[in-house]
């Protein structure tokens, strides 16, 4: 303003002549930013000899000269007016170095001699301003994200320029109108917080950048699961002892999260056991001393997101030993047959029983001692109890309590039966007498047997029905001769040679079991699933026995369990690596030799086989191998005999290892795994020979 002062006092000065009538000047915009237009006129102007007429851009302490006209270009008889051709607001129309010396509140001073006149103040601007929004406050890892962005001049106007975006992610422009929109992914691995998107907004004139504002808002990334990982302590569980299970948990990034994961142990026979572990840490688990044998699953779950890690379950004996006055109660309460020795003592003396009980089967055995209170020790090498009994008889023993016969259990029932029938034969045979002729003696004896029959029925019907079942699967009438039922002193066997004891583990078994000194092997396995094994014939039980123990020819060794038979084909036996081809040659050996049996009888025997590929950790012990399923070799070729009734069907390992011998048709999944029927089997040992015999004969 100092400066102004001193133009216009130097005005007056040297036109100290000119005659002013009085100026007008129009009034501009409040607003202005910077590249607009900006419009001014003046009215009441005359002309003179000296002096000029200046339009002047006054701002702070800075002023621009707009326009400078000589005061002898207006008339010296009248006033007139005068409009400013429109200065740009840019550096090269006002002709300045630096556009921030015309930015601020401003006036337009004129002046003409002594007479000087301005405008209101208005502001030039070089501000926009930018409102940035987003559809949501929060995103997950890798969801888009939609920006809209809106940019307005400080004097209104919608900006026609470019926006820039920064931090989170980085773009680059153009907007018309005022109004853009953006859309961006978030890295699927993006750590989860808060984050500040950052928008530039800007136009340019000729120079460079004339306005600009900036702008941004804030959101932020969920934390998302993206992993579990489940560690177990051991591969192998054994029933009665602890089982470590740890859980952690990872989101999209790679940090470890916090939170309670869901933990199911799932048995071979899909029931489930559950705990919850929290994520970092490790828990706790003891199985039942019953718990199943085979292959156990633990699945994690956290947010809807599963890991399931696979496990062994190892076979236990074990057996509860309890007293009930002199009867000695033996409970198998671990998960396998019970087939240990157990040493009795009684007083100075002991006797050792070879058991074999079977699951969750209960065993009662009477003692007898001279009569008297005796120290009972029974143990088994891994427990042990001890009693003070009172016991009665002549001499110390020990009898089995299954073992009393349905005669010396229920005489009195068995008396009396004798002695009805015997009254009724009496009867019968002195009618017989009496009414004999001769030609009729088959008459007579057809209505003799009736009479029994009839009388039979009776009786039966008479005996409480508990008693009558228990006779019922107690006698066993049959035309063996007394030699071999055992009924000849002479020549007295308890044994039927005959009969087939599908208990006895023969030469040339498997056995699953825990293996703690073996060696890993890549094995065969060939799995035999026999849907209604309990309901079979002893005829067909027998059959099946002799069929698939035909796979001991090809050094399969068999492992019987319930209702599935598993042939193991090992290096440590077969003396060969090609386990795969003799696992299936005994597969089609079974099959074939099973259908011809189900042609033949009635009595059908369902089935199914399955074989895969995997590895064992084995021993042989005499003529006995034992073995540990590493991973899903035994579970899954197990369930592959499960998936096919009546066939024989190889999973993927099995086909890729044999793709020139076998002729497979695809089948089904099972757990994942593409399985395969097999309809034949190349003999390419036979096809060697028949080539060889062919080059031979040629040459």
Not at 243 to 272: I, L, R
Not at 298 to 309: A, D, T, Y
Not at 441 to 449: E, H, S
């Amino acid at each position: 303003m100092k400066k102004l002062g001193c133009i216009i006092g130097l005005l007056l000065v040297l036109v100290s002549s000119f005659v002013v009538a009085g100026i007008s000047i129009s009034e501009p915009l409040e607003v202005y930013n910077l590249g607009d237009r900006l419009y001014i006129s003046a009215d009441g102007i005359a002309g003179a000899e000296e002096g000029n007429l200046n339009f002047d851009l006054v701002c702070g302490n800075r002023t621009t000269n707009l326009e400078k006209i000589s005061a002898r270009k207006f008339s010296f008889e009248e006033t007139q007016s005068y409009s400013v051709p429109y200065k740009v607001l840019t550096r090269y129309d006002l002709e300045i170095a630096n556009l921030s010396d015309v930015v601020g509140n401003c006036q337009v001073v004129v002046s003409l001699g002594a007479d000087v006149v301005s405008t209101n103040v208005f502001v030039i601007s070089d501000d926009v301003d930018v409102v940035v929004s987003l559809g949501k406050a929060a995103y997950n890892p890798g969801e888009a994200v939609t920006v809209r962005i809106e940019a307005i001049k400080a004097n209104g106007v919608l900006l026609e320029g470019f926006v820039e975006g920064s931090n989170v992610t980085s773009f680059n422009k153009a907007i018309s109108g005022g109004v853009v929109s953006e859309v961006f992914s978030l890295g699927e691995t993006i750590e989860a917080g808060n984050y500040y998107l950052t928008v530039r907004a800007y136009d340019v004139g000729r120079g460079g950048i004339l306005n600009e504002g900036v702008g941004g808002i804030g959101f932020s990334v969920n934390q998302v699961a993206s992993s579990i990982i489940m560690s177990l302590g051991d591969v192998v569980a054994v029933p009665g002892e602890s089982f470590t299970v740890g859980a952690e948990v990872y989101d999209q990034s790679g940090v470890e999260m916090e939170g309670a994961v869901d933990v199911n142990f799932v048995s071979p026979s899909a029931e489930k056991f559950g705990m919850v572990v929290q994520a970092g840490d490790f828990g706790e688990f003891e199985f039942n001393s019953s718990a199943e044998v085979g292959l156990w699953r633990v699945v994690g779950s956290f947010n809807g997101m599963i890991e399931e890690r696979e496990f062994e379950m190892a076979g236990v004996q074990k057996a509860e030993f309890d007293f009930e006055g002199p009867v000695l109660t033996i409970t198998n309460v671990g998960n396998v047959v019970y087939n240990r020795s157990i040493n009795i003592g009684i007083g100075n003396e002991s006797t050792v029983l070879d058991l074999n009980i079977g699951l969750g089967e209960v065993r009662k055995f009477n003692l007898k001692a001279p009569s008297g209170e005796y120290d009972v020790l029974v143990e088994d090498g891994i427990s042990s109890t001890n009693h003070r009994v009172l016991l009665t008889g002549k001499a110390i023993s020990v009898s089995d309590l299954k073992d009393v016969g349905i005669f010396k259990g229920y005489s009195i029932v068995w008396i009396f039966l004798i002695v009805v029938v015997g009254g009724v034969g009496f009867i019968l045979f002195r009618r017989y007498r009496k009414t004999r002729t001769v030609g009729d003696k088959p008459g007579i004896f057809k209505r003799l047997f009736g009479r029994v029959r009839i009388m039979k029925g009776r009786v039966e019907e008479k005996v409480p029905s508990k008693i009558r079942a228990r006779m019922d699967d107690s006698l066993n009438f049959t035309k063996k001769s007394p030699s071999v039922q055992g009924l000849d002193h002479n020549g007295y066997s308890h044994e039927d040679k005959t009969m087939v004891d599908f208990t006895k583990k023969g030469i040339g078994s498997a056995e699953s079991t825990l293996v703690l000194k073996g060696e890993k092997y890549m094995s065969a396995v060939v799995a035999i699933s026999v849907k209604d094994y309990d309901a079979l014939s002893d005829v067909a039980k027998k059959a099946l026995h002799e069929i698939i123990g035909g796979a001991r020819k090809m050094k399969g060794l068999i492992d019987w369990r319930g209702d599935y038979v598993f042939v193991v084909f090992s290096p440590i036996v077969t003396k060969t690596y090609r386990n795969e081809s003799l696992a299936v040659k005994a597969g089609m050996v079974i099959l074939k030799d099973l259908n011809v049996y189900n042609k033949k009888f009635k009595d059908k025997i369902k089935f199914g086989i399955g074989v895969h590929v995997g590895e064992l950790i084995a021993s042989k012990e005499k003529e006995k191998l034992k073995y540990t399923s590493i991973g899903n070799t035994v579970s899954l070729a197990k369930r592959i005999a499960d998936s096919g009734d009546g066939k024989l069907m190889v999973s993927d390992g099995i086909r890729k290892k044999l793709l020139r011998e076998l002729k497979v048709s695809k089948g089904p999944e099972v757990s994942g795994n593409q399985v395969y029927e097999v309809s034949d089997l190349k003999n390419r040992e036979a096809d060697a020979a028949r080539l060889k015999e062919l080059l031979k004969r040629q040459g």
